[in-house]
C-alpha cells in the first residue's frame, strides 16, 4: 500500500478483477476500493494485505504497506485498487535487450510504468544498487504536460536517495498520437558501456558509462 515509498493513493493486489490474461494480452485495471469494504471502512476502518498463503502474501511493509487504519492515520484508506508484476523471483539478467509491447492506459491520475530493480541490492539500498525506468508515462490528455502522448526513461542511481542522480540519466519523448491508442514496442539495451532504451526501435535514452 505504501506505492513504493511515494504515498500513491493505490494500492496492489492480486486480484483477477485487476489483472488478467486473455487472448494472450495482460491487462491491468484499477477499480475502485470503496465498491470491495464499503464508505465506512474506506473512511475509518482497516485494510490488511499481511496474507498467509504464497498467492497472497504482502511483498513490503515499507511506510506502512501491509496495513492501514484509516482512524489512526487520519487519511482515507488508499481510494484505488490496481496491480502490477512482480519478476523478480522469475527473471534476471546482465546485459541482453527486454522488450515489452504495451497500450498505455488512458485517464485522469493514471501513471503507467515499466520498471527494472535489482535481484539483489549489491551496493546498497535505493538507489546504489540502481533502477531503470523504460516507461514512465501518465493517463492524462496529451494537452496536459506529461500527458498520455510521451513518457520518460530515466536511471537512478547514486549513494543515497538524496543524491540520486537521475537528472544526468533522463530522457523524454512525444509521440505523434495517444501512446493508448495502439500497442507499441518498449525497449532496453542493456551493454557494458551503457544502457538505451527505445519505443518502436526509435532511441528515446542512450546513456553511455564512464570509467569514473
Not at 101 to 107: H, Q, S
Not at 153 to 168: C, V
Request: aromatic share 12%; glycine share 12%; hydrophobic share 35%.
Amino acid at each position: 500500500m505504501s506505492g513504493g515509498g511515494n504515498w500513491e493513493f493505490e494500492y496492489y493486489t492480486n486480484n483477477r478483477t485487476n489483472s488478467w490474461v486473455d487472448n494472450g494480452v495482460l491487462y491491468l485495471q484499477p477499480t475502485f476500493t470503496i465498491d470491495l469494504v464499503g464508505a465506512n471502512v474506506l473512511a475509518n476502518g482497516v485494510l490488511s494485505l499481511w496474507g498467509g498463503a504464497p498467492a497472497d502474501l504482502c511483498t513490503s511493509n515499507a511506510f506502512w504497506g501491509c496495513e492501514r487504519n484509516a482512524a489512526a492515520g487520519g487519511n482515507v484508506l488508499n481510494p484505488i485498487q490496481s496491480a502490477r508484476v512482480r519478476s523478480v523471483n522469475s527473471f534476471a539478467f546482465k546485459y541482453g535487450r527486454a522488450e515489452i509491447t504495451a497500450k498505455l492506459p488512458k485517464g485522469d491520475w493514471i501513471w503507467p510504468a515499466i520498471w527494472m530493480l535489482p535481484k539483489n541490492n549489491e551496493y546498497g539500498q535505493w538507489p546504489a544498487s540502481g533502477e531503470i525506468d523504460i516507461v514512465e508515462s501518465r493517463g492524462n490528455p496529451g494537452s496536459c504536460k506529461g500527458g498520455v502522448n510521451s513518457f520518460g526513461s530515466t536511471l537512478h542511481y547514486g549513494p543515497g536517495w538524496p543524491l540520486d542522480a537521475w537528472d544526468t540519466a533522463h530522457a523524454d519523448y512525444t509521440h505523434t498520437s495517444d501512446l493508448s491508442d495502439d500497442f507499441h514496442v518498449y525497449g532496453m539495451e542493456w551493454t557494458a558501456g551503457g544502457i538505451k532504451t527505445t519505443i518502436d526501435g526509435t532511441t528515446v535514452l542512450d546513456h553511455k558509462f564512464t570509467e569514473d
